[in-house]
């Protein structure tokens, strides 16, 4: 059927800030949704308290309302607008909440605004433990014994029917948040509190356990037809037991018997038909018996979930975009095919590739977390990774990781202690497959691997594969003894050239440079949902070792972005929002806009922003072939964050053009001893610092500038590693930590300011002239990370001194560091004089909150200086807000209960949210300005 002509206007309800459990997936949703329905004529508003997001920029909707996730804040804007629709299947866990609180207070009703793509009676079906229990029962499905509690009798009652081990799911959550595994009678009765507590309806399920069995997910489309499709089937590398957000991910299953997979669609396809008034998208879990297939559904998310924006990258199918449409009365064959351009939307992607997704933990920012996974998600991030086979896909994840990893091991980070790999493979940890490998190294039966993880033996022989390769490795000396045939199967199995060359005990270029001597280099394939079948519109690739390469180098010139691979705390989806808008000035310069990344959860690794996706690890081996390719104008590192940074050495060393602030600037900036006689020369203020390679060193310098010191490693991310210290005890402390996790960098010694005030100013140079975007003042006080920090716009408290400093000192390093583009610079301030903390050539973490505060293009302005085509007279930029605009930390400490919560120079918070105040006098400010007078009283 057609659209319903009667929707004139639709509202977006987002995700909110980034936690664990609910990240940027969801602006890749919202903004997607956004996009197709302004397609059809829809005027769409969205609301958002995200500032960091795509989904909250002009470019996306008509109207958007940067407020808190509540109903009133709904109701103001049903006030302001005429509403015919309400989409909540967009945003998360948090917008189905939302919606449901919204309807039970009668707001809907009351404006005349109808709910599309899922209808109340549905959410409460999915949500309510025992209502769907009941339901698929209903429908002839198995379930594991269970019963519902409300109160904390009730679950003892449960727990001494049903018998353990058990599982405790509370209701309306997000991220497994509450939930657990009890093995033991005496961990139950904590276990359920904890678990009502989490639930805002106080219900759980009280279920048996079926540990050990395998996991699946499918993602589905449902029109109004009752047409459906089965757009992915993923398989959990980790059984039942561990969080899917948690688990290693593969499509196609690996492992799944065609009867098996049958029963599966037929189940799924049963359970999203029965939900009653239901168009878009659809996420089911299944649990799987090893033994005997038995097949028992977990849960149905009637919603665009976390596995959504993965299935849509795996598969090139933007499920967002046709589900948004199927909310708007359209059918799946009336749809076209985005990626093809000539065929239907109602039509099964085929995968003539492998995917593999891998989560990205930051334990290390959680000191005294439990590293043990389970049904609670605890991981920051993912990546995802696309090869011709399994092996490819996971080596390539790893890779991807951002954490010093070279591949699955073979990288001089392999364990060798049997007693310390059989206690990780029994309990399952972030480094759990990398523990795996160790153990089929080091001899240990497949038979015994499946005991303790219960990791299907398929995966395992696999990764014995590797194993088996090793030890052939190791026999040769010199990169010249590897011969065409064994060197290309190493490199189609996954092999970077770093990892062989650790394996023979010689340098990674004389790899490299045999490789290529040899003529084994990689190949480009397209994402084209039907494996070949039909031609494919989208440059969306990904790379492998094969004979023949799809991706044919145009003759236009051409701009390569860097991404900033998996979201951890430190860098997070703010990155994504500079790389996106700086495709768009590439594009809008004339240029084609090239981009390079492997989160899955991003807008900028959607099909259409850039001209070209290379879906590929920001790793230097793949980074160099691309460019090989492509022969680029040049590269920009500017919008990836300290990621895309820290490979400007290398860019540097092969002469490969840095558009924008070249290597020498960087470097200036980052180099600590470099940067502080840069400030002494031009008489800016700073602390008293040193460099210390060693503990003795660090103590002479700590000495010298007195306590209490701030120690840290040279080039890290969020403050990672960073100490306030008083003594010498505490000093040596830290910085053996620092030396032991991080041998190559090294240690800096900077004297603290204590009592200080700390504000940041966010500019743009073009070489001539420097723009402030906006100058923030942090409400907590200096030795507080700014990241960790509520930042407001503009200034509250500062003096007309100050400012005028902080400017002066802005445009002379602007200047004296030759930026053209982005900088990010960090004050204290203390008795009225201006010291320079550090200064950032790069987009910040702050660049989306100013731009939206300020509703300013400022990341097209800065890529389009970087690129020299405008400089910055060319446009009128004006700073004006009504009031102020407050960047308000949000943190997932409930993740984490035992972790030290106090703040300080390591960040610790997951993402942010924005908030708008008139005057200081709202008890909003009033209640952060009493924190921070606690800090400065501790």
């Given at each position: 059927?057609?659209?319903?002509?009667?929707?004139?206007?639709?509202?977006?309800?987002?995700?909110?800030?980034?936690?664990?459990?609910?990240?940027?997936?969801?602006?890749?949703?919202?903004?997607?949704?956004?996009?197709?329905?302004?397609?059809?004529?829809?005027?769409?508003?969205?609301?958002?308290?995200?500032?960091?997001?795509?989904?909250?920029?002009?470019?996306?909707?008509?109207?958007?309302?940067?407020?808190?996730?509540?109903?009133?804040?709904?109701?103001?804007?049903?006030?302001?607008?005429?509403?015919?629709?309400?989409?909540?299947?967009?945003?998360?866990?948090?917008?189905?909440?939302?919606?449901?609180?919204?309807?039970?207070?009668?707001?809907?009703?009351?404006?005349?605004?109808?709910?599309?793509?899922?209808?109340?009676?549905?959410?409460?079906?999915?949500?309510?433990?025992?209502?769907?229990?009941?339901?698929?029962?209903?429908?002839?499905?198995?379930?594991?014994?269970?019963?519902?509690?409300?109160?904390?009798?009730?679950?003892?009652?449960?727990?001494?029917?049903?018998?353990?081990?058990?599982?405790?799911?509370?209701?309306?959550?997000?991220?497994?948040?509450?939930?657990?595994?009890?093995?033991?009678?005496?961990?139950?009765?904590?276990?359920?509190?904890?678990?009502?507590?989490?639930?805002?309806?106080?219900?759980?399920?009280?279920?048996?356990?079926?540990?050990?069995?395998?996991?699946?997910?499918?993602?589905?489309?449902?029109?109004?037809?009752?047409?459906?499709?089965?757009?992915?089937?993923?398989?959990?590398?980790?059984?039942?037991?561990?969080?899917?957000?948690?688990?290693?991910?593969?499509?196609?299953?690996?492992?799944?018997?065609?009867?098996?997979?049958?029963?599966?669609?037929?189940?799924?396809?049963?359970?999203?038909?029965?939900?009653?008034?239901?168009?878009?998208?659809?996420?089911?879990?299944?649990?799987?018996?090893?033994?005997?297939?038995?097949?028992?559904?977990?849960?149905?998310?009637?919603?665009?979930?976390?596995?959504?924006?993965?299935?849509?990258?795996?598969?090139?199918?933007?499920?967002?975009?046709?589900?948004?449409?199927?909310?708007?009365?359209?059918?799946?064959?009336?749809?076209?095919?985005?990626?093809?351009?000539?065929?239907?939307?109602?039509?099964?992607?085929?995968?003539?590739?492998?995917?593999?997704k891998m989560p990205r933990w930051n334990f290390d920012k959680f000191h005294g977390s439990d590293h043990r996974l389970g049904l609670q998600m605890k991981s920051v991030g993912?990546?995802?990774?696309?090869?011709?086979?399994?092996?490819?896909?996971?080596?390539?994840?790893?890779?991807?990781?951002?954490?010093?990893?070279?591949?699955?091991?073979?990288?001089?980070?392999?364990?060798?202690?049997?007693?310390?790999?059989?206690?990780?493979?029994?309990?399952?940890?972030?480094?759990?497959?990398?523990?795996?490998?160790?153990?089929?190294?080091?001899?240990?039966?497949?038979?015994?691997?499946?005991?303790?993880?219960?990791?299907?033996?398929?995966?395992?022989?696999?990764?014995?594969?590797?194993?088996?390769?090793?030890?052939?490795?190791?026999?040769?000396?010199?990169?010249?003894?590897?011969?065409?045939?064994?060197?290309?199967?190493?490199?189609?199995?996954?092999?970077?050239?770093?990892?062989?060359?650790?394996?023979?005990?010689?340098?990674?270029?004389?790899?490299?440079?045999?490789?290529?001597?040899?003529?084994?280099?990689?190949?480009?394939?397209?994402?084209?949902?039907?494996?070949?079948?039909?031609?494919?519109?989208?440059?969306?690739?990904?790379?492998?070792?094969?004979?023949?390469?799809?991706?044919?180098?145009?003759?236009?010139?051409?701009?390569?972005?860097?991404?900033?691979?998996?979201?951890?705390?430190?860098?997070?989806?703010?990155?994504?929002?500079?790389?996106?808008?700086?495709?768009?000035?590439?594009?809008?310069?004339?240029?084609?806009?090239?981009?390079?990344?492997?989160?899955?959860?991003?807008?900028?690794?959607?099909?259409?922003?850039?001209?070209?996706?290379?879906?590929?690890?920001?790793?230097?081996?793949?980074?160099?072939?691309?460019?090989?390719?492509?022969?680029?104008?040049?590269?920009?590192?500017?919008?990836?964050?300290?990621?895309?940074?820290?490979?400007?050495?290398?860019?540097?060393?092969?002469?490969?053009?840095?558009?924008?602030?070249?290597?020498?600037?960087?470097?200036?900036?980052?180099?600590?001893?470099?940067?502080?006689?840069?400030?002494?020369?031009?008489?800016?203020?700073?602390?008293?610092?040193?460099?210390?390679?060693?503990?003795?060193?660090?103590?002479?310098?700590?000495?010298?500038?007195?306590?209490?010191?701030?120690?840290?490693?040279?080039?890290?991310?969020?403050?990672?590693?960073?100490?306030?210290?008083?003594?010498?005890?505490?000093?040596?402390?830290?910085?053996?930590?620092?030396?032991?996790?991080?041998?190559?960098?090294?240690?800096?010694?900077?004297?603290?300011?204590?009592?200080?005030?700390?504000?940041?100013?966010?500019?743009?140079?073009?070489?001539?002239?420097?723009?402030?975007?906006?100058?923030?003042?942090?409400?907590?006080?200096?030795?507080?990370?700014?990241?960790?920090?509520?930042?407001?716009?503009?200034?509250?408290?500062?003096?007309?001194?100050?400012?005028?400093?902080?400017?002066?000192?802005?445009?002379?390093?602007?200047?004296?560091?030759?930026?053209?583009?982005?900088?990010?610079?960090?004050?204290?301030?203390?008795?009225?004089?201006?010291?320079?903390?550090?200064?950032?050539?790069?987009?910040?973490?702050?660049?989306?909150?100013?731009?939206?505060?300020?509703?300013?293009?400022?990341?097209?302005?800065?890529?389009?200086?970087?690129?020299?085509?405008?400089?910055?007279?060319?446009?009128?930029?004006?700073?004006?807000?009504?009031?102020?605009?407050?960047?308000?930390?949000?943190?997932?400490?409930?993740?984490?209960?035992?972790?030290?919560?106090?703040?300080?120079?390591?960040?610790?918070?997951?993402?942010?949210?924005?908030?708008?105040?008139?005057?200081?006098?709202?008890?909003?400010?009033?209640?952060?300005?009493?924190?921070?007078?606690?800090?400065?009283?501790?």
């Amino acid at each position: 059927m057609p659209r319903d002509t009667s929707i004139k206007s639709i509202l977006i309800i987002g995700s909110g800030p980034i936690i664990i459990g609910q990240a940027c997936e969801f602006d890749y949703s919202g903004t997607q949704a956004a996009r197709s329905l302004r397609e059809e004529g829809i005027e769409v508003t969205l609301i958002n308290s995200n500032p960091a997001t795509i989904m909250t920029d002009p470019v996306t909707a008509d109207h958007i309302y940067l407020k808190p996730l509540t109903v009133e804040s709904i109701i103001e804007i049903l006030e302001e607008r005429q509403i015919d629709a309400v989409l909540p299947t967009m945003g998360g866990q948090t917008a189905l909440n939302l919606a449901i609180e919204t309807d039970k207070r009668g707001v809907w009703e009351k404006y005349g605004v109808r709910m599309i793509g899922v209808d109340i009676n549905a959410i409460e079906l999915t949500e309510n433990r025992e209502m769907f229990k009941k339901h698929v029962v209903a429908m002839g499905m198995e379930v594991a014994p269970s019963q519902i509690a409300n109160s904390f009798l009730e679950g003892m009652e449960a727990a001494q029917k049903i018998g353990f081990p058990l599982v405790l799911r509370p209701s309306y959550t997000l991220g497994g948040t509450g939930g657990g595994f009890v093995h033991r009678k005496e961990d139950f009765e904590e276990a359920l509190r904890r678990a009502l507590n989490a639930s805002p309806t106080h219900e759980v399920l009280v279920e048996k356990a079926v540990l050990g069995w395998k996991e699946f997910e499918l993602e589905l489309l449902r029109d109004d037809n009752d047409n459906v499709v089965i757009i992915c089937t993923v398989e959990n590398l980790d059984p039942m037991g561990i969080h899917t957000g948690d688990s290693i991910t593969v499509a196609p299953a690996m492992t799944l018997s065609d009867r098996c997979y049958q029963q599966m669609r037929n189940d799924a396809m049963q359970m999203m038909r029965s939900l009653g008034n239901f168009a878009g998208g659809c996420n089911v879990q299944f649990a799987q018996n090893p033994v005997d297939e038995q097949l028992i559904p977990i849960e149905i998310n009637p919603r665009v979930s976390r596995s959504s924006a993965l299935a849509s990258k795996a598969t090139g199918y933007p499920i967002a975009k046709i589900a948004a449409k199927l909310a708007i009365g359209y059918t799946l064959d009336e749809l076209k095919n985005q990626i093809t351009k000539t065929t239907s939307a109602y039509f099964e992607p085929t995968l003539d590739y492998v995917i593999v997704k891998m989560p990205r933990w930051n334990f290390d920012k959680f000191h005294g977390s439990d590293h043990r996974l389970g049904l609670q998600m605890k991981s920051v991030g993912e990546v995802m990774a696309i090869g011709r086979t399994f092996l490819e896909a996971l080596q390539k994840a790893c890779q991807s990781q951002e954490n010093g990893r070279m591949g699955l091991g073979a990288d001089k980070k392999e364990w060798i202690r049997t007693e310390d790999i059989m206690q990780r493979l029994e309990e399952a940890s972030d480094d759990r497959i990398y523990r795996l490998k160790d153990a089929l190294r080091l001899g240990v039966p497949a038979r015994t691997i499946k005991k303790l993880t219960h990791i299907d033996p398929w995966f395992t022989s696999q990764i014995k594969r590797l194993v088996k390769y090793e030890e052939q490795i190791i026999r040769f000396n010199v990169a010249e003894d590897l011969d065409y045939n064994f060197l290309k199967e190493l490199k189609q199995v996954g092999y970077s050239d770093a990892q062989i060359a650790w394996l023979m005990r010689i340098k990674e270029e004389q790899v490299t440079k045999h490789r290529k001597k040899l003529g084994i280099r990689r190949t480009y394939k397209l994402v084209d949902t039907c494996a070949a079948e039909f031609e494919a519109q989208t440059p969306y690739y990904y790379s492998t070792f094969d004979d023949e390469n799809e991706s044919i180098p145009s003759d236009k010139k051409k701009i390569v972005v860097l991404g900033s691979g998996p979201n951890r705390i430190g860098q997070g989806i703010e990155f994504d929002y500079c790389c996106v808008h700086g495709l768009l000035a590439i594009k809008d310069a004339g240029y084609e806009a090239i981009m390079i990344n492997c989160n899955p959860e991003t807008v900028s690794t959607d099909f259409d922003v850039a001209d070209k996706l290379y879906f590929e690890p920001i790793f230097w081996e793949h980074i160099e072939e691309i460019l090989e390719h492509e022969q680029p104008e040049g590269v920009i590192v500017q919008l990836g964050g300290q990621t895309a940074l820290k490979l400007a050495e290398k860019f540097h060393e092969k002469g490969i053009k840095i558009i924008g602030t070249s290597y020498e600037s960087m470097d200036l900036a980052e180099n600590r001893g470099a940067f502080s006689d840069l400030l002494k020369e031009l008489d800016i203020p700073y602390p008293e610092y040193g460099a210390a390679e060693d503990a003795d060193e660090a103590l002479t310098i700590a000495n010298r500038v007195t306590y209490p010191v701030l120690v840290r490693p040279s080039y890290v991310l969020g403050g990672q590693r960073m100490r306030i210290v008083i003594n010498d005890e505490e000093l040596e402390r830290s910085v053996l930590g620092i030396l032991k996790h991080m041998p190559d960098n090294k240690i800096l010694i900077d004297q603290f300011l204590e009592r200080a005030k700390e504000a940041e100013i966010d500019a743009i140079c073009d070489g001539e002239n420097v723009h402030i975007m906006g100058i923030m003042e942090h409400i907590e006080p200096a030795g507080i990370h700014s990241g960790d920090s509520s930042a407001v716009l503009p200034p509250y408290s500062l003096s007309e001194n100050v400012i005028d400093q902080m400017k002066k000192y802005t445009e002379q390093l602007a200047f004296a560091l030759k930026i053209k583009g982005l900088i990010n610079i960090q004050f204290a301030i203390k008795d009225e004089k201006v010291y320079v903390i550090e200064a950032n050539p790069r987009g910040s973490r702050t660049t989306p909150f100013i731009a939206k505060a300020y509703q300013q293009p400022y990341l097209k302005i800065a890529t389009l200086v970087m690129l020299g085509t405008h400089k910055l007279t060319d446009f009128e930029m004006i700073n004006e807000l009504d009031g102020y605009a407050i960047k308000v930390p949000v943190f997932s400490f409930d993740k984490f209960p035992n972790v030290d919560k106090n703040l300080g120079p390591e960040m610790k918070s997951t993402g942010e949210a924005i908030r708008f105040i008139d005057d200081l006098s709202d008890p909003f400010f009033r209640e952060l300005d009493r924190k921070r007078s606690m800090f400065l009283m501790r």
